[in-house]
């Protein structure tokens, strides 16, 4: 019989010492994540009210016409940081989907939202590109990749009730402009799921930073296409110091850093405990849109706001015990 050697007392305080700093560690990434995450809501929150501001001024086209002047730079930027002056071995087909992210993410995407933000107000917009995980559970579900629970199936139409309550106040007065406007942007919202589903395989192979930055640029190329002939038309120089600050800041710090940064957050957190932060970005908006632009709110549209949200949150985040939600 072999003797068994007890581990030794300074080894066990050395397991222990180790393991302590590995949580003390992951405890303060956690706590990192909360606030950057909390803060990337604040900064979301306030962009509708801000390119409300800048379209004001140089119109939608304009607005678009800067943006993707911008973002082309901001991805390349991106590939030398990660990959220096030698990018990515890429095969002709993953190209060819990266392309088609592109048109999908920027060209159509951005393109209606940034048409549907003109149109409509920016608590409207935030509320109604929140339903976006409505769009993401029919696709998943159209793909044969996902069943829908019960509870999936209720919060869709407790959703579909608010946004309808939410859009009646705008259909009775006659505000055609606006209800376009959230119809718009609803369909954004759509292609933004298909989007989301669709880059999940690209980002799994290709990694996250190659895929958005070969989207981004493949996705620019169009809207330049289509905006540059009216350039002519924009009036740049009405745009003041601090206008032209808000649009740089909606460009890249917003729109660009702010989804490399929410994607380090879901990194660290998870997407499951992330996702429930987006909730926060319609009353965000809506504050900041009150104190900056003067919107106002009807109990009405509060009401149908708060059962839409209801609704998503249901259908994304309540499982029922023993009902498959996905194969």
């Known amino acids: 019989m072999t003797d068994q050697v007890p581990a030794t007392p300074s080894r066990n305080s050395s397991d222990d010492a180790l393991a302590q700093a590995h949580a003390a560690r992951q405890s303060l990434r956690q706590r990192q994540a909360l606030w ?10 306030a962009n509708f009210s801000i ?3 800048v379209m004001h001024v140089v119109s939608p086209t304009g607005f678009l016409f800067g943006r993707y002047l911008l973002m082309p730079l901001c991805a390349i930027a991106l590939l030398l940081w990660r990959h220096g002056l030698t990018l990515p071995v890429l095969t002709r087909q993953d190209l060819w989907d990266l392309a088609k992210l592109g048109i999908i993410g920027h060209t159509l995407h951005v393109g209606t939202v940034t048409y549907g933000v003109h149109w409509s107000t920016a608590f409207s917009s935030s509320v109604i590109l929140a339903c976006g995980p409505l769009f993401t559970l029919i696709i998943l579900r159209l793909h044969d990749l996902e069943r829908l629970g019960r ?7 407790v959703a579909c009730c608010g946004v309808l309550v939410f859009l009646s106040e705008k259909l009775l007065g006659g505000s055609w402009q606006a209800t376009g406007g959230d119809l718009v942007l609803l369909f954004a919202a759509s292609l933004f ?4 589903v669709a880059a999940k395989p690209l980002i ?7 895929t958005m930055a070969y989207a981004t640029l493949f996705g620019s ?5 289509f905006t540059a002939p009216q350039i002519s038309n924009i009036p740049w120089t009405d745009l003041t110091p601090l206008l032209m600050l808000a649009f740089v800041w909606a460009v890249v710090v917003s729109a660009f850093l702010g989804w490399l940064a929410w994607g380090w957050v879901n990194a660290v957190r998870g997407v499951a405990r992330t996702a429930p932060l987006m909730y926060l970005m319609p009353p965000v908006a809506g504050v900041l849109a009150w104190l900056f632009t003067g919107e ?3 109990w009405m549209k509060i009401i149908g706001a ?9 259908a994304q985040f309540v499982h029922q015990p023993g009902w498959p939600d996905q194969r």
């Open 204 to 210: 799994e192979r290709l990694g996250g930073y190659t």
């Open 296 to 298: 106002t709110f009807s």
């Open 193 to 196: 799921s298909y989007y989301t």
């Open 306 to 314: 708060l059962v839409s949200l209801l609704g998503v949150a249901i």
């Open 151 to 157: 509870f999936q199936i209720v919060g869709m139409a």
């Open 51 to 53: 390119q409300k501001l």
């Open 36 to 45: 950057v995450a909390l803060a990337l809501i604040l900064v979301w929150g």
């Open 221 to 225: 190329v169009p809207i330049l296409l």
